[in-house]
């Protein structure tokens, strides 16, 4: 009795076992999904994990990629560098990941880029916009998405010296992102003949921005151009509101200044925000309405801009199919130059020099805590010349140019 | 003249302001380290449900009046139940223990509170709008009846310890507990009630700043290191101490930031301390035989 009792143990544990998910589904093929997933730029974090969820469940739902059903695994850096580089590491040697998406902060996505390239990992980015990464940090395993610093200040001084006014002030978050964005905008905005009236930079993090408030106002700028992201920049709007500063000056920024899920809590303060992104669930355009409904659908709340993050895991996929292989070193040029014309916004190019993604963006103005398109930019007017290994900050300087 | 009156009175103002809801959160850290004997790492977590309980409270009442009674004295039975569930076994134990399980509960509640609201950012209209002209700039009536807030409570508050016989009998523990017990004292409720005060006086902080600094499970941290300036510069246990360091490093803060990049200025507020801390080593007022 004893005996045929174990037997028939040992037979349901091997059935068990045969029918187990494990054994009954395909090869897996893992991608990192690294980013900040609490503090500061939470939201950014969060949305580029759902962002990655929705195109590997799309792809999986297709088969995976060469047979391969695809598992994310998803770490959070503490938005700052030192963590960024120990988890892309562990995402790399220890979950053997075939692409790595992310940062979310620019800071910890250079930090991350030296571990990408030492390990020769497909690295996708898709939030951090500081002008180094497709310069002298660039490296071939490289990819990006996201309109950099200099593309946004391309696109967005123009409309901001015709529309809004020649007297700028620049105020940034005083770390790699906000820095990036400051230094290419001042750049841009006086190469087009607009006046910077004064600059500052604010900690990240920072608490309280009034006492910068003294300084502006003395400046008396016709713009206000904000470098901020995450609860920075609700904590500064909401100050900038009270202090009566947004009904004085007009005011503009970068594209994630806000995610979209952010604005109606503080619209009012928003009011009449100019900004240049690639994407808006108010945008009528087919491509970002199919791809936020879908988005909607499976999460039940809007896309916004991490919406980047899902093209990244589909660009890794068809460059796999295509190479028949997860190896990066076969991937790249398949990668470079390749089109896909199904991501959030429609048809996108990887510019082969530099790996970054020429888009078509919009000039968006808040209007009632939503992100309404006012004007269309050519990709090719905002993405400038391709500047591996130079210095695209050569010559640089803070100082105000005082116009008579 | 004009540089005194456009500039530095205006940053003055600003540091004040700051330095008067910096000295009502550290004024609980201070009380409670001084009774208990224990840095208080869930301080800023007690800030943080202040500012969400008081959140949920004007969702229920459409009244931020309301929350700010509601939200300190809910925060303040958290607090009660976390002292005699969690820190009076420990009282017998050293010091380590209370830092180790005050650090944990931090992370429980800061993850409680992400887990029941979620890691997005709120934002509480302030109660008083509009903005008086003060200066040469328009400063929001808010943040002036924040600081006239904060300094009737900072008042109160010393009035409770120097002129009531519970305000004493706090004292009274904070010098000597054993004492107090073999004076028919209950010493466990004289430290329950001290703990519940302290999260509750936290509490007002979180939702009285929440419309100036807005809300996220984060946002304790951030100020509690702030906080544990204010205590250690005025002195570890010294309330009065905690007060002047919280108007000092409020108004260093801000004035620092008009000839000092902001990397600088986080760097000078540590070099005042040290600074501080060789001339005085006990702080502005501390006393003999704290942590000494």
């Not at chain 1, 054994?23 to 990655?52: C, H, N, P, R, W």
């Not at chain 1, 939503?370 to 300087?397: H, M, R």
């Not at chain 2, 009998?169 to 519940?196: K, P, S």
Request: aromatic fraction near 10%.
């Amino acid at each position: 009795m004893t005996k045929l009792l174990s037997l028939v143990t040992v037979a349901l544990l091997v059935a068990g076992w045969a029918a187990s998910p494990a054994t009954a589904q395909q090869k897996v093929v893992k991608i990192g999904d690294l980013g900040s997933k609490v503090g500061v730029f939470e939201g950014y974090g969060k949305y580029q994990t759902m962002a990655m969820q929705l195109a590997v469940e799309e792809l999986n739902a297709r088969g995976g990629v060469l047979g391969h059903r695809i598992e994310m695994i998803s770490e959070d850096d503490d938005t700052k560098p030192a963590p960024a580089v120990r988890k892309a590491e562990k995402l790399i040697l220890q979950d053997d990941v075939k692409l790595l998406v992310g940062a979310v902060s620019s800071g910890a996505t250079m930090a991350v880029m030296d571990v990408t390239r030492k390990h020769k990992v497909i690295h996708w980015n898709s939030v951090s916009c500081a002008e180094f990464m497709r310069t002298t940090k660039f490296h071939r395993y490289y990819f990006s998405n996201q309109p950099d610093s200099r593309m946004q200040a391309n696109g967005l001084a123009k409309y901001i010296l015709d529309r809004m006014g020649k007297r700028v002030y620049i105020f940034y978050t005083d770390y790699a992102m906000g820095q990036s964005d400051g230094r290419q905008f001042k750049t841009a905005l006086e190469k087009l003949g607009g006046e910077v009236v004064g600059v500052a930079g604010a900690p990240l993090d920072t608490k309280d921005f009034s006492p910068w408030f003294g300084a502006i106002n003395q400046a008396n700028p016709d713009v206000l151009f904000l470098a901020f992201a995450g609860t920075d920049s609700l904590r500064l709007m909401t100050q900038l509101h009270s202090f009566g500063m947004t009904k004085k000056y007009k005011l503009a920024g970068i594209d994630c200044f806000l995610l979209q899920q952010d604005l109606p809590a503080i619209a009012e303060p928003m009011e009449g925000f100019v900004q240049l992104a690639h994407f808006s669930p108010y945008n009528p355009d087919r491509h970002m309405q199919a791809f936020n409904a879908r988005f909607k659908k499976r999460f039940g709340v809007d896309a916004n801009i991490m919406a980047g993050a899902y093209d990244g895991v589909m660009f890794w996929a068809a460059a796999a199919e295509k190479a028949k292989s997860f190896d990066a070193d076969r991937l790249v040029p398949l990668l470079e130059g390749m089109c896909l014309d199904d991501t959030h916004i429609g048809r996108q190019c990887i510019r082969k020099e530099d790996h970054q993604v020429v888009m078509d963006m919009h000039l968006y103005r808040v209007q009632k805590g939503k992100n309404v398109p006012i004007a269309t930019v050519s990709g090719q007017d905002t993405i400038g010349e391709p500047l591996v290994g130079k210095d695209p900050v050569a010559g640089f300087t803070w100082e105000i140019k005082k116009k008579n | 003249m004009e540089y005194l009156i456009g500039v530095l009175l205006p940053q003055l103002v600003h540091g004040l302001v700051f330095g008067a809801a910096l000295g009502l959160l550290a004024l609980g850290l201070t009380v409670i380290f001084g009774l208990l004997g224990v840095m208080n790492f869930a301080h800023g977590e007690l800030y943080m449900l202040g500012a969400y309980v008081g959140i949920a409270v004007i969702g229920v009442t459409r009244s931020f009046w309301v929350a700010l009674v509601a939200a300190p004295l809910l925060v303040g039975v958290v607090g009660a139940l976390t002292e005699v569930a969690a820190l009076r076994p420990l009282y017998r134990r050293p010091p380590l223990y209370g830092l180790i399980l005050t650090f944990g509960l931090a992370l429980v509640f800061r993850e409680a509170a992400r887990q029941v609201w979620g890691g997005d950012m709120r934002r509480v209209q302030p109660p008083i709008t509009g903005s008086t002209p003060l200066l040469g700039m328009t400063y929001p009536n808010y943040r002036l009846f924040l600081l006239a807030v904060s300094c009737v409570l900072l008042l109160a508050i010393w009035l409770f310890f120097t002129r009531t016989r519970a305000g004493i009998v706090v004292r009274a523990a904070v010098e000597d507990a054993e004492m107090l017990d073999g004076l028919g004292v209950d010493v466990r409720r004289v430290f329950t009630l001290t703990f519940a005060g302290s999260a509750a006086l936290a509490a007002l902080a979180g939702l009285l700043l929440a419309p100036v600094f807005t809300v996220y499970p984060q946002m304790g941290v951030e100020m509690i290191l702030l906080a544990f300036i204010v205590v250690i510069l005025g002195g570890m246990g010294s309330m009065g101490g905690s007060v002047v360091a919280a108007f000092v490093i409020g108004i260093a803060q801000s004035l620092l930031t008009l000839w000092l990049n902001p990397q600088r200025v986080a760097i000078a507020i540590f070099a005042l301390m040290i600074l501080v801390l060789i001339v005085r080593p006990r702080g502005f007022f501390g006393r003999e035989g704290v942590l000494e």
